[in-house]
């Protein structure tokens, strides 16, 4: 398998204070790799870096091969690379119609605009259905449907993930899991997860790996992260 | 009554006047956070450009008013270039625009009265005068309630409908979130101090008609424009025009009882007052 997405030996942080320190992720096309790491891991800043909103330190962001590392997020946007951050990335005083459209904002073909407008709405039903509500009246479930829906405006081939199941109901969570599934496998977008939720999110994934105080401890298979002596002592 | 009627209308004028610099004002402030207090002597500077080009060359003026115009935008565009967009390249904390801006008010304004002169310019213009029953108003009067319909009807649209509106209305919910969807956040910005700034030009350029331009005109328009933005809520369009009306009638209406030399006050009254019964003002971020 060819990766779609890489860093290498990524150093990053804010101001000099360093939360990443060296780590080397690949995310192979066509697949779910999962992120997981307690509170204040990296994982977060892990995933700002890789999509542009802070600048590396040290090493490598790399694009099927190309050089990435500081580029702007605008820049990997138009290149296919969509991020939705943690705690629901939508604007909460526009409506959910308009939140969409400017999901697809580097989009310039209307047509495909539609196209997609339409692939989200078939995905979840709920935002069709309430396409002129203003989304900050949306419930928490909602508004991550619609943050991950924004995402997918553009069309992305990586498809970044924070916490997507941060603050909901554990159904809400497996439904989300759910659409992460199918936007996978039908959609044809590679995903880059970061999750806390260690049961629902693992039977989507299908690399693993543990980030601990902003280095990589485990990488591979998701099936022993079941073990929950195993999980414990990695976190 | 009559001259109830007739504080009214004043009122009217006088709200759409500031209505348009809340506007102007506020889109700024909303799209940006950053509190543009030199949004005052760029409004002078318009003026005066106005008085230069229709007064001092004596050109029709429509041509002082686009000149107003380019001057007050060039401006704008050099305000966020030269000095807050380089505050927010290193991370400067939010005081330090705010600092920067007061200082930019008075480097500004003194370059107005080093240019031109500090004494009051006029343009000499015949202007109709109409009564409608007891009401009396000029053609000034009605382009200053014309331009804001115009203007603050046209910006709603822009916003409403185009994808750069939409681009500065996400901006304004969420600058995070705008960048994170691919939103040029930097051209957005220049953008809003574009049309910010240009929509300072036009009550500058009807004010020199109405009283002449002179150097400190600059804080009335901003004070007032930051009063209707504080009135109406930080964030909402909505809110700093209906700001600006409420003020240009409160501050009409009151001198039905209160004496004129107290007029100037009413607008800090009008603060007070809203900030201690409606910190966030009448519209507020989430009822826009």
Redesign the interface.
Known sequence: MTAILETRALVSGYGKKRAVHGVDLALNAGEILLVLGHNGAGKTTLMSTIFGLIRPMEGQVLLEGADISGRTPAANVADGIAYVPQGHGIFKTLTVRDNLELGAFSETDAARTRERLEQVFSLFPILKERAGQVAGTFSGGQQQMLAIGMALMHGPRVLILDEPSIGLAPNLVERVMEAIKTINRDLGASILMVEQNVKLSLPVADRAMVIKTGAVVYEGAPEPLNDHVRLMTLF | MDLLLQLFVNGVINGAHYALLGVGFGLIFATTRIVHFAYGPVFTFAAYVAWGVSGGLGLPIWLGLIAAIACAVGLGLLSYLALYRPLEVNRAPPLAPLIASLGLYIVLENLVGILFGTGVRVVDLDYGIYFLGPVFFTSIHLWQVGSFVILAGGLALFLRRT?YG??I??M???P??A??????TFKITLLVFAIGSMLSAVPATLILLKDGASTHMGFAAVFMGFVAVIVGGV?SLRGAAAGGMLLGLVESLGLWQIPTEWQQSIAFVVLYAMILIRPEGLFS??R?
């Open positions: 994808r939409k681009a209305l996400a304004t919910d969420d995070d979130m960048r994170i969807i691919g939103i040029d964030g971020m989430a826009r």
